[in-house]
């Protein structure tokens, strides 16, 4: 079959990202209009009646499905978080970065999606016995592929054709977007056009020059699936005031991608002691959870920290922690606490923990690269 490539939409051309703005924002639910974006070569310009989805490689039979025929099929919703394997990439510097908190952290977004379950369509085709990987490729111009382990593909990804009740619109993916509840955004292959079925991974650019990182040992860390858990205090946050000495309400956002969340701790003295915070229900597995605890301001300078722990257990690191183990030659999948210092004026900012020393510089900054 012949594949066209779209034309490119000429709103939003080359390269793009936008944040969420997770600081001004409340609840768990990322509108639409706000869900973080990024693309490599513009937003193409789809025209759903002749798009079409085609699986084949290693399977018995293959099948092409057009938008119309995936609509008439049973849908599932699920609300899941996306984040973007280089969200959060500047706490990786050696100085903090100053930004507000949706900027610094904002590429991560939580919506309900709506789609197809691909198990169904695999079920269909048919696989073969040496089926172990699924190449995702996308209908832009940068034409993306990633690849997915089978049983990941057979578990619980799904073909979303909406995101919270309309469709998806072009910037995330319309009209079909490949969801991988829990692992990292760049599997999360947007305008979807082929599914093939290989033996191994595709070794495409994003897994091979980007998001493999060179460890402290020597050696490489490749194919890392699932975002460890992360929590982050959006207020008080960067460059936000505390007028006056007074009871504030410290609420932030929680999530992990190895399942649900089962506890968020707050300090207000850098780390000295932790109250554990309320968490809103409901808390869902992969997803934003909503996090609350009320903290009296006296006037003197304080540092704000909050501490994820998800249900296997895994409990957030320190940045001292995360730069020990994975070295300083990364770029990508930053989960470390983030810390909050409030001055004598209530000024927010953001800082490193004082006993941090660090005597390698870098050079690390916003790349475009990342997804």
Not at 238 to 254: F, N, R
Not at 260 to 280: C, H, M, N, P, R
Request: glycine residues 8%; neutral net charge; hydrophobic residues 35%.
């Amino acid at each position: 079959m012949l594949f066209v490539f779209p034309t490119q939409n000429e709103m939003v051309p080359g390269n793009g990202v936008s944040w969420t703005p997770l600081h001004l924002m409340e609840g768990t639910i990322t509108p639409n209009g706000l869900h973080y974006e990024r693309h490599h070569n513009g937003v193409p310009q789809i025209d759903p009646k002749k798009h079409r989805l085609l699986i084949h490689g290693l399977v018995k039979q293959d099948l092409i499905f057009s938008i119309e025929d995936l609509l008439r099929y049973p849908m599932q919703s699920k609300i899941c978080f996306i984040e973007c394997g280089g969200n959060s990439n500047a706490g990786w510097n050696k100085q903090p970065s100053q930004s507000e908190a949706g900027y610094f952290n904002g590429m991560a977004s939580c919506s309900e999606w709506t789609g197809v379950p691909l198990s169904v369509l695999l079920d269909e085709v048919g696989l073969r016995k040496k089926a172990k990987w699924l190449v995702a490729e996308g209908a832009d111009a940068f034409a993306m592929q990633m690849s997915i382990p089978i049983e990941k593909a057979l578990d619980d990804a799904f073909l979303a054709l909406y995101q919270n009740g309309e469709r998806i619109r072009p910037e995330n993916g319309y009209p079909l977007r490949l969801i991988v509840p829990g692992w990292e955004g760049v599997l999360n292959v947007k305008w979807l056009r082929r599914l093939k079925i290989t033996n191994r991974p595709v070794m495409a650019r994003n897994e091979t020059s980007r998001y493999t990182e060179l460890q402290p040992s020597g050696k490489a860390r490749m194919f890392t699936f699932p975002i460890e858990a992360k929590s982050l205090i959006t207020s008080p946050s960067a460059h936000m005031v505390l007028k006056e000495p007074s009871l504030y309400q410290i609420t932030g956002l929680a999530w992990s991608g190895r399942g649900k969340i089962s506890k968020v701790e707050v300090s207000a003295d850098g780390g000295e002691t932790w109250a554990e915070a309320e968490l809103q229900e409901p808390v869902l597995d992969r997803s934003f959870t909503r996090f609350r605890l009320p903290w009296h301001w006296n006037g003197k300078p304080a540092v704000l920290k909050s501490r994820a722990t998800d249900e296997t257990g895994y409990v957030q690191p320190e940045r001292t922690e995360l730069v020990k183990q994975r070295g300083r030659h990364g770029f990508f999948h930053y989960n470390a606490i983030t810390n909050w210092h409030v001055d004598r004026d209530g000024f927010v900012s953001h800082v490193y923990d004082k006993n941090e020393n660090e005597t390698t510089d870098s050079n690390l900054s916003i790349d475009s690269g990342w997804d």
